[in-house]
Structures are given as C-alpha cells and as structure tokens.
C-alpha cells in the first residue's frame, strides 16, 4: 500500500520541554489511524507540524512522497484543536473564504453542509452555532476539497452523548468512501469502533503502533454463570481455565491458548450443566493502552 | 496564487465585518468632509477671533486655489492616517485572537501568501486615500480658484505619490506591530505612543547627532510632506519633496514589511 504519510524522527522542543522526541511513523492509504496519549503527550504538536504551524526541531515528513508545502495541505482536511472559524461570518461564508484558500469551486458548499446537516443553519452567525454544529461545521470545511486525508484533532471534545455519536457516525461514513483518516483522540472505544490501526504517545515518545485487530488477540476472558454450588471446582476442573476470578455472582474465567467459550460451554454441557449466562470478553483498547502505557 | 486573489481572500474576511464599515466609513467620511471645509473653517475662526478677521481677508487665502490645494489637503489628510492604522492593527490582531491565522495556514496558505494579502489591503486602502484626495482636491480647486490654468493645475501634483508612501508605510509599520504584538489594545497604544517616546528620544539626539534625526522612522513618515501653511503667514517654505526622504521611507517600509515576514515565518502560530 502507498504510504500517505511518512514521519521520520521528527522532534520539537519547547525550550527544556521535549514535546515530540524522534517520532517515525507511516500511516498508508485507506487506513483509519488513531493517535492515542495522555493530555499533552504531544498529539496535537505533532499534527500542528503536519500542517505547517509548528516549526519542526528535528526531523522530516512527507505527504504522498512529497515535500510538505502550503500546495500540498490543500489537498489535506484539518481539524487541529478545536474548530477555528471568524465569529462574525456566517457559516456559509466561513467556508466561501475556505474554498477561496484552498482554491475550490464554492459548489463544493452545499454538498459538505448537508452532509454535516448544517444546511438549514448556513446563514446564521457562526457565533451563534452550539458547540456540536461547530465540530460540524469544522469537518464539512475539512471536508470542501474533497481531500484524500482527513485529520482531526479531538472531534468529539466537549460534546454531549448525542453529539458525539453524530460525530462518530460521520467519522464511519467518511471513512467508508475509502479517506485515509488520522484521529487524535483520548477517548479510547471512539478510537476502538472507528480505527484500524493506531499508535501510542506518552511524553513526545512513540511507545506503540500496530492495527487495531492485534488488540483482541491472544488470551480470553469468559463471563459465566449457572445455577449450580459447584460452578467454582467445576471450573478448575476444566482444561483450558487459566484463572478465574468472582465477581458480581459470575465467574471470569481466563482462557489458556488455543481454547475458546464454546470449548467452556461444551465441557459444562457434558457435566450436565446448563450456563445460564455465557459471554466472550475481548480485551478492550482501553486494557492495552494502560497496559501499554504502564510498561513503557 | 495571483495577487488579486489574496487581496480578494483578505477583503472577503472583511467585508462583513461591522467594525471595518464603521472605522472606514468614519475614516473616509472624515476625510471628505474635512477636506472640502477648509473654507468654512477659515470663516469660523474669522468670527470667532476678531482681529484675524480684519487684518487678513480670508477670501484672498489661497486654501484651495491651484496648485496650493494638492499640499494643503494632502498634509491635513495625513493627520487621518492614524484611523486607518487603528482599522489594520484590528484586523490583524483578530487573526490572533481567533486564532483564524492558524487556519488559514492549515487550509493551505503560506504564511508569504497570508502577509501578501495583508500589505495588498494596505496598497488598496492607500490607494483609496489618494484617489480621494485628488478628487476632492480638484472639484474644490475648480470652485475656489479665480482661473484654471493647465500648468498651475499640475503643478504640485509629485505630492500624490509622496502620500501614497507616508499612508502605505505608516500602515506596514501598524501591520509590523501588529504581528509582533498579537494583542489590539496593546499595539494601538504603542501605536498612538510611539511617535511621542520617539520625539523625546530625537529630543534627546538633537544634543549630539542632529545628523541622525530625518532617519528615525515616525519622524520620516510624519515629515515627508512638509507643513503649507506658514507659506500664508509670509514664511518661507519646503513645497517639494527631498528625494532623500523618499529613500528613509521607503527603506523603512521595505524594513517593516520584511519583519513582519521573519516574524511570521519563524514563529510557531
């Protein structure tokens, strides 16, 4: 696959602050890539030297094998932050003034603004929009070029539940039409339901990158329960438990290698036990990022 | 991208901007209303103060006949500048505290092509100015001067150019403060402060280096077209322009513009 983006140890300091150390990455075409940290891990540093307003320390990046130039982020949609708009232009105009930067016909606007919904909106003061009409707002001008790439920053900072499965509803349809995305984010199942792939930053440092995918893998967790006393030496007397652990009135029990729920519910069939309740734990993003987070 | 687009881009953030009609409004209507009453001016103090009455006839001050009308309205027109400095300090320091500079960047505009479109605005204003002045100053010259004569009619006229340097200099260096200062109320008082602490300092330099003083930047801008008036109270006057001073003002609007560049470029915004 063709590399969107290419980043090779870059670094920026803010005086003592290393605020982005060495960071190389590749983020290839089609992919849904999240950036995952803590507050101030250097997300948001990081994406504001992809698009031109953090001077870089150290290091290099290309967009599409290209040099990075003000030409080239016109073929990029940005969100970095929080959405960024003059107060006192309508949303409409907000996004004339957009095309006329990134030199794109104004018949993009409707398009872009029913796709966020903002249509019946369009003519009233961006000061007046809600905080969710703005995130949206921001993605339909990230959006006006029809660009390959989409990078947002935080999307869903600050927006209420609705809010933010609108947004990440727009995120899965954008996603799609086959856009390369890169989302900054420290909400972590927004991260899991929308990425494929995703990398870690703790202080400027790159501590993990890998697909989505690999977090499920490798052992398992089964939530059971039945309605007998010895549900617990039962258990242990299954070949494949690890562990178990009680909790709530159900057992949990961790799997070893190659033995999965079904195997669990098989063995307990054949003791002449029915499991009233059965239920297969992947390991959650949120485990492994703590985990991740903890071990480097 | 071509230079009318970036003026267009800059006009369009702009043109719906309340504040930018009524400062230009109050700026260019000042400046018309002013302009054309120098008579009613002069009649008001022939009332008010009695004796200046009697010993002159205003009505054979020649305020606006040919080619006096070109220096006097040009100089009085300069004391307006000050407005369309405050209009720029404000629509640079929004881009600041909107934090629109930083967009615009992420859309795709060079910091070069940013600042390009924020000296195009200042041309254009400057522009305006002059186109103005040359109109009010020739309807006027045509009604207050006893013959119209071709070569007295042009006579004078190498002072539109001279305003258009002192308006678009003085701009750049509100344009400069502006960028460095990133803050609207700050950068208009060290604007509105500066040529005061300026002359304290050129005060100061009288002692030693008289020499030094037409350099100074406020004073070459402010001094570029000399003052008419005591031209009527017998006195001798400066009514051309020093090729010398051209070269201090333009070398400071070169300067200023190339700051606010290196600025920009290096800063992170």
């Known amino acids: ?296 | 991208m071509n230079m009318l687009h970036l003026l267009r881009i800059d006009l369009k953030k702009m043109t719906s901007y309340r504040t930018f009609w009524v400062i230009g409004g109050l700026y260019f209507l000042t400046l018309g209303l002013g302009a054309a009453s120098g008579m009613e001016f002069l009649k008001w103090i022939a009332r008010t103060f009695e004796d200046f009455g009697t010993k002159l006839n205003i009505n054979r001050i020649p305020l606006y006949h040919f080619p006096d009308v070109w220096m006097n309205l040009i100089w009085c027109a300069g004391l307006l500048k000050i407005v369309l400095a405050v209009l720029i300090v404000i629509s640079i320091t929004n881009e600041y505290t909107y934090r629109t500079l930083r967009q615009n960047v992420i859309d795709g505009l060079s910091r070069a092509e940013f600042l390009f479109s924020k000296i195009l605005t200042n041309i254009m204003l400057s522009a305006i100015s002059v186109v103005m002045i040359f109109v009010i100053g020739l309807v006027t010259g045509m009604i207050y001067s006893p013959s119209l004569e071709w070569d007295k009619m042009i006579t004078d006229t190498e002072f539109f150019p001279a305003y258009f340097l002192e308006l678009f200099c003085f701009l750049s260096f509100a344009l400069m403060l502006g960028i460095l200062v990133q803050r609207a109320g700050l950068t208009i008082i060290i604007l509105l402060l500066f040529p005061a602490i300026e002359s304290i300092i050129t005060a100061k330099v009288d002692n030693y280096l008289p020499a030094l003083i037409p350099y100074f930047p406020m004073r070459s801008i402010w001094y570029l077209i000399p003052w008419p008036f005591p031209r009527y109270a017998f006195q001798e006057i400066q009514d051309y322009i020093k090729w010398g001073s051209v070269a201090i003002v333009v070398a400071w609007t070169v300067i200023f513009n190339y700051i606010s560049y290196l600025k920009l470029k290096r800063a992170d915004i």
Not at chain 1, 196 to 208: D, E, I, M, S, Y
């Open chain 1, 1 to 296: 696959m063709e590399a969107v983006l290419s980043i090779k140890n870059l670094t920026k300091h803010f005086g003592r602050i290393k605020a982005v150390n060495n960071v190389s990455l590749e983020v290839k075409a089609g992919q849904v890539f999240g950036m995952l940290g803590p507050n101030g891990s250097g997300k948001t540093t990081t994406l504001g030297m992809l698009m031109g307003v953090v001077n870089p320390t150290a290091g290099e990046f290309t967009w599409f094998g290209e040099q990075p130039t003000h030409e080239v982020r016109k073929k990029i949609g940005a969100v970095l932050e929080h959405p960024i708009f003059y107060p006192y232009l309508s949303g409409q105009k907000n996004l004339e003034l957009n095309a006329m930067i990134k030199q794109c016909p104004v018949t993009n606007i409707p398009k872009v603004l029913e796709l966020v919904e903002l249509s019946e909106r369009k003519d009233d003061k961006y000061k007046t929009y809600s905080l969710g009409m703005k995130q949206r707002l921001a993605i339909a001008s990230a959006l006006l070029n029809d660009p390959t790439v989409l990078i947002l920053d935080e999307p869903t900072n600050g927006l209420d539940p609705m809010g933010i499965a609108e947004i990440r509803e727009l995120i899965k349809k954008i996603a799609a039409n086959g856009k390369t995305i890169i989302l900054a984010s420290h909400l972590l199942d927004e991260v899991q339901k929308v990425c494929t792939h995703f990398a870690v930053l703790k202080r400027g440092n790159l501590v993990h990158i890998g697909p989505v995918d690999d977090v499920g893998k490798g052992e398992e967790t089964v939530e059971v329960s039945a309605d007998v006393e010895n549900l617990n030496e039962l258990l242990l007397a299954f070949a494949g438990t690890s562990s178990i652990d009680r909790e709530n009135g159900s057992y949990y029990v961790v799997m070893r290698e190659g033995f999965h729920s079904k195997d669990l519910n098989k063995f307990l069939f054949d003791k002449g036990v029915v499991a009233s309740h059965l239920l297969t734990k992947k390991k959650t993003l949120e485990k492994q990022f703590i985990e991740i987070l903890a071990s480097s």
